[in-house]
């Protein structure tokens, strides 16, 4: 067991000033979740304990944020391919600092509008596109039979600096939160500026040695190969195919209950943030044990497929009974299949990792982000007037959680296709993307 962490640490030695900046970025973050609620819910609804205008608002914010997700998440996995993870990863880490800095500043109903046009453009840039680009730093520098042990590392500090946050949540008293939040978050970007080392060499592309008329042209039309060849890689591989699907399935459900989750615990046990607070530790605590010992133990005795699966199995579980909950407890009960659904994330991007080429690797990680995306925007469509509708006095029947029921069926297809899924069938071969690369060309070039 001491050999197999000593060897599980030497991993990781490259990763550390990855690492390190992520995990104060998270901190920063997580520390706010709990807070958001009892701060949007006094700004909209004063002296209120459910709030409509909060659910439909954080349902539109999510469905705009996935239409641009769709097309912004393949294009930052692909330009970290051509220009390197370290600037990306800047952009991508320092967008929250401004939203953060407005609700510092003021609370007022405005501030709170305000704040959320500001984070949709954080999230439409910095949700998912962080940690597509950090799996494709750790594939840079890691050996491919240690990457799924590398990305539950990566997975499991994200659970500990939830803990983290939330336990400063729990302490801190809620006008400073946002205060430490922005210090953490500005930290964060110096530190990655300063230490983070480039894996990747930038590539020269045609676009820069063309005339400065024709160059906007020749960047879209450039764009618009690489986002066809980054289909390509995934449509050309049965097992990343397979795995677009269950991810989108399980974003699909996940995504809507967590968008609607702490509302409707607010709303119908009248949790504040310190219980709130509580739940999401739960799950941290429990989820760090989880991918940073038991998955990278289980994974080269059962593989990727089964943990997948038994993951599924858990967040099924976890939608259901939050969704039947019938008393205080059970939300606690709920929180506790985090230990095991929370695997999902390393397990997909195992998979992703596995069915791709090293030159690949943010290509098909942005790629089956952007379907997640799609799944994001898809949800709230549905969660959030259903979810108003059941807590609502004019609800057909007395289910409160029925939209979160409705959202565990999506997240039961999901499990359906990872029954099915073949990790056998190799990656596209360089010839086959060149090929592939000419062929879309040939018309344009004749």
């Known amino acids: 067991m001491a050999g197999w962490w000593w060897e599980s640490m030497k991993e990781l030695r490259p990763l550390v000033h990855l690492l390190f900046p992520l995990c104060v970025h998270w901190i920063a ?5 709990s807070v958001l609620v009892d701060v949007t819910t006094n700004a909209l609804c004063p002296g209120q304990l459910t709030c409509p205008q909060a659910i439909y608002i954080n349902g539109i914010q999510q469905t705009v944020v996935g239409i641009f997700k769709m097309i912004v998440l393949p294009l930052l996995g692909q330009l970290a391919d051509e220009h390197g993870r370290k600037p990306l990863l800047l952009l991508t880490v320092s967008t929250t600092i401004f939203p953060f800095t407005l609700l510092a500043i003021n609370q007022s109903k405005g501030s709170v509008y305000a704040y959320y046009g500001i984070r949709t453009v954080s999230y439409i840039i910095s949700q998912g596109s962080i940690f597509c680009i950090s799996v494709a730093y750790a594939a840079d520098v890691v050996d491919e039979s240690r990457r799924a042990a590398a990305f539950s590392w990566i997975t499991g500090l994200f659970s500990a600096s939830h803990v983290v946050g939330n336990l400063l949540a729990r302490f801190l008293p809620e006008y400073y939160i946002f205060e430490v ?11 990655m500026a300063k230490f983070l080392k480039e894996t990747v060499r930038p590539t020269q592309t045609p676009a820069q040695n063309i005339p400065r008329l024709k160059k906007p042209f020749e960047i879209v039309k450039e ?11 995934v449509t050309s591989s049965s097992t990343l195919k397979r795995i677009s699907l269950i991810s989108f399935f399980y974003e699909l459900g996940m995504s809507g209950i967590s968008g609607v989750l702490l509302y409707y615990l607010k709303s119908v046990f009248g ?6 607070s509580e739940i999401l530790m739960m799950v941290g ?13 289980l994974n080269p005795l059962i593989g990727e497929k089964l943990i997948l699966c038994a993951a ?13 909950a019938w008393a205080s407890w059970v939300p606690y009960l709920s929180a506790s299949f985090g230990v095991i659904y929370v695997l999902v994330k390393p397990s997909t991007y195992a998979v992703i990792s596995k069915g791709s080429t090293s030159a690949n690797q943010g290509k098909a990680q942005g790629f089956v982000a952007g379907v997640q995306s799609i799944a994001s925007l898809l949800s709230p469509l549905a969660m959030s007037p259903l979810t108003t509708w059941f807590l609502s006095s004019n609800a057909p029947f007395d289910c409160k959680g029925f939209s979160i029921i409705f959202a565990s069926l999506s997240m039961v297809v999901s499990f359906c296709f990872a029954c099915t899924l073949n990790l056998e069938d190799a990656p596209p071969t360089k010839k086959g993307l060149e090929d592939h690369v000419q062929d879309i060309e040939t018309p344009l070039l004749s």
């Open 181 to 191: 939040s922005i210090a953490l978050l500005i930290f964060c970007s110096v530190y």
């Open 271 to 276: 949790f504040n943030k310190n219980q709130l």
């Open 29 to 33: 973050e997580e520390m706010t979740v």
């Open 312 to 324: 599924l199995l858990a967040s099924i579980a976890y939608g259901l009974f939050y969704g039947l």
């Open 223 to 233: 764009r618009y190969y690489s986002m066809k060849n980054a289909a390509y890689v």
């Open 285 to 297: 605590v429990g989820s760090i044990f989880s991918q940073m010992l038991l998955l990278p133990l």
